[in-house]
């Protein structure tokens, strides 16, 4: 799996954060570079960079950052200022804000679609 196309950054060369499967977090968690998502968080998830959500993971609560790769469950909005992608396990109730979207067959979605252009991209609050 690739973030960025043109830049071949693969996710696991860029995490630096891990919540893995068995774990439950109750609050908001912050992380400065990318963070991957295996286990429940029960509050929502600030990256500076990137977001990903394993197949098994789960966020209750909005998710912000540069890009957010769910493959798992998201009961809340996403804001991503570049990128969100829908792999085809992925469950997302909540809105999105981001400037491309990529949704995979079997992916479900459940929400509005606020598409922003380039220069919209610092409107995203952290």
Same mark, same amino acid.
């Not at 830049?7 to 693969?10: D, S």
């Not at 570079?33 to 998502?37: A, E, K, Q, V």
């Given at each position: 799996?690739?973030f960025?196309?043109q830049?071949?950054?693969?996710a696991?060369?860029t ?6 499967? !068995?774990t $439950?977090i109750?609050?908001s968690?912050?992380?400065k570079? #990318?963070?991957?998502?295996d @286990?429940?968080v029960e @509050? @929502?998830?600030?990256?500076? &960079?990137?977001?990903i959500?394993g197949e098994g @993971?789960? *966020?209750e609560?909005h998710?912000v #950052?540069?890009?957010?790769? *769910? !493959? !798992?469950m998201v $009961? !809340?909005?996403?804001? =991503?200022?570049?990128r969100v992608?829908l792999?085809?396990n =992925?469950v997302l &109730?909540g809105? *999105?804000?981001?400037? &491309?979207?990529q949704?995979a067959?079997g =992916? ?5 679609c606020?598409? $922003?252009? &380039?220069?919209?991209r610092?409107k995203?609050?952290?």
């Open positions: 799996m690739e960025d196309n830049n071949k950054t693969k696991s060369d995490i630096g954060t891990v919540v893995g499967r !068995g $439950l109750k609050g968690i912050r992380i570079d #990318s963070g991957r998502i @286990g429940h @509050g @929502g998830v600030t990256s500076e &960079q990137d977001v959500v @993971g789960v *966020i609560g998710v #950052s540069r890009s957010a790769v *769910i !493959g !798992g $009961l !809340g909005s996403v804001k =991503a200022s570049t992608v792999e085809e =992925a &109730q809105d *999105i804000y981001t400037e &491309q979207l949704i067959d =992916a479900r979605f459940n929400g509005y606020y598409m $922003l252009k &380039q220069n919209e610092k995203i609050s952290k």
